[in-house]
């Protein structure tokens, strides 16, 4: 095969957030950059977070791989509009091109749909001009004008067969490690069927997992990179039973396991002999998806759980020294003002440590992108606005305006000074910090996106200019 010079790039999110600063890569290309590597290819990968697309990296490729999620849309497909300008042959990937590769198909000469492990050398083989793309699963491409879409490719089944990550490949990585945080994987899919998630259509629903030899593996290889990790699995303790089972390996045989935290869903709380073996394995922090404390909001989010659910969690991750990051959703058809203000004070009541206040935005691939589209109530497909900041449907009892600003307001109240202050008082310096300095981010966003609430205050959508059909803001 022809030796390719491959340029890879994950673009920043256009927006701000509580986690800006502690931003880490995907794996996607990380994995397949070590598999182009492994076949004898010059890779480089720019993680936009990291590091900024230089003017000689277009320049040098031959090829150009472009990961997206739906809010970097737009910056995807300038960098690939860049690279054909260049003279290098594109191709885009990710969930957002998995979902609407026709759109990908405008910017670059291939799409790469689903999971592309078991695809990626027969992509680099078309990318040379030495295999047909119709031999390749999962890949879209136009053919005599025609745009064709391959069959999906199969998921990989044995994750051990998926490569470690060579971060050495990722430009400025050693000063991203120095920050200290290990991106870490153990295993694909979710469960559940949340009518806002893509990541079941992108993932699946069965879960697929690394065997705990492979982990054990992983976890010695990055001995010394940093002092924590977050596990990157949608649902770490989707089976308590392997959790469980990892988690005694790793400790018996006395595996590097750096302070770690992970993306758990309410029922992980239920399974106390989990929790406590979490605890003794150095979790600190877990990721919750809570959503809202409205049983009418979980029933059409299709949560199986309701706010009694939601509050023993809380206390029994706290009960063994477990931090709690809750995620809620704002602006489900059900939800109200009062809602909104009554979330904020549940999280504080509950002394949940952070939070984030997001706003239902419906990615494409997800059934509730479906059902806006199908109904008319999407007002922009300005992806860049899919953040989960940005309220981008027609909501039933309150306009853009109020619910953007009622959702920032939210965790305003969460982050007040005043609580902030009483955390540094009693000694709890980290939290305060990390409190602080979301606390800053909501007032960036504020900043920001100042003239687009004045806009929308006056009864126009922020991307057409056109007075809106719903409830305007009081």
Same mark, same amino acid.
């Given at each position: ?8 790039? %994950?673009?920043?999110?256009? =927006? ?16 397949? $950059? ?5 076949? =004898? !290819?010059?890779? /480089? ?65 291939? @799409? ?27 890949? #879209? ?30 430009? $400025? ?12 994987? *153990? ?7 949340? +009518? &806002? ?5 992108? &993932? ?9 030899? /492979? ?37 018996? /045989? ?6 770690? +935290? ?28 809570? %959503? ?21 969690? @809380? ?8 931090? @709690? !990051? ?5 602006? +489900? ?15 504080? %009541?509950?002394?949940?440590? *952070? ?5 239902? *935005?419906?990615?494409? $691939? +997800? ?27 027609? !909501?039933?009892?309150? #306009? ?6 009622? *959702? ?67």
């Amino acid at each position: 095969m022809k030796n390719l010079k491959i340029l890879m790039i %994950e673009p920043k999110s256009p =927006g701000k957030h509580i986690f800006s600063r502690y931003a880490i890569p995907r794996l996607g290309l990380p994995i397949l $950059g070590t598999i182009a590597k492994g076949l =004898g !290819h010059d890779v /480089r990968i720019v993680f936009e977070e990291q590091r900024s697309l230089q003017k000689g990296d277009m320049a040098w490729a031959d090829a150009v791989c472009v990961s997206t999620i739906t809010s970097t849309a737009p910056a995807a497909y300038r960098f690939a509009d860049q690279a054909r300008q260049a003279g290098a042959r594109v191709i885009i990937g990710g969930p957002h091109a998995t979902f609407l590769p026709e759109e990908g198909l405008e910017h670059a000469d291939f @799409v790469m749909r689903g999971e592309a492990e078991e695809s990626f050398p027969a992509v680099l083989e078309v990318l040379s001009q030495e295999r047909a793309p119709a031999e390749v699963p999962g890949l #879209s491409y136009r053919l005599d004008g025609e745009i064709r879409h391959n069959p999906l490719a199969e998921r990989p089944t044995d994750m051990d067969r998926v490569p470690i990550a060579d971060f050495s490949l990722v430009a $400025g990585m050693k000063g991203w490690f120095h920050r200290g945080v290990i991106p870490i994987q *153990t295993s694909r899919g979710c469960p559940h069927h949340c +009518s &806002f998630c893509s990541v079941t259509p992108m &993932f699946g629903h069965r879960m697929r997992y690394a065997s705990n030899e /492979r982990v054990a593996e992983e976890l010695e290889r990055r001995r010394g990179s940093g002092d924590a990790m977050f596990i990157y699995d949608d649902n770490f303790c989707a089976s308590p039973r392997r959790t469980k089972e990892l988690l005694d390996y790793l400790l018996r /045989r006395g595996v590097f396991l750096p302070e770690w +935290s992970a993306q758990v869903s309410v029922r992980a709380a239920k399974d106390e002999q989990m929790l406590s073996l979490m605890a003794r394995a150095g979790c600190r922090v877990v990721y919750v998806g809570f %959503e809202s404390i409205q049983q009418e909001s979980l029933d059409l989010f299709r949560k199986r759980q309701g706010e009694d659910d939601i509050r023993e969690a @809380v206390r029994a991750f706290h009960r063994h020294g477990i931090r @709690v !990051h809750g995620m809620f959703i704002t602006g +489900s058809d059900t939800d109200t003002v009062e809602n909104i203000r009554a979330t904020a004070r549940f999280a504080i %009541e509950e002394d949940i440590e *952070t939070v984030q206040f997001l706003v239902l *935005t419906p990615l494409p $691939g +997800s059934a509730f992108f479906n059902e806006m589209e199908q109904a008319g109530r999407i007002q922009s497909h300005d992806w860049s606005l899919y953040d989960a900041h940005h309220a981008v449907f027609q !909501h039933r009892n309150m #306009s853009e305006a109020t619910l953007m600003e009622e *959702t920032m307001n939210g965790m305003a109240k969460v982050y007040a000074w005043w609580r902030t202050l009483g955390l540094l008082l009693r000694g709890k310096v980290k939290r305060a910090v990390i409190r602080a300095y979301a606390a800053n981010q909501v007032r960036r966003w504020r900043r920001e996106n100042r003239a687009l609430l004045r806009k929308a205050r006056q009864g126009a959508t922020f991307t057409t200019g056109q007075p809106l059909a719903g409830p305007q803001a009081g």
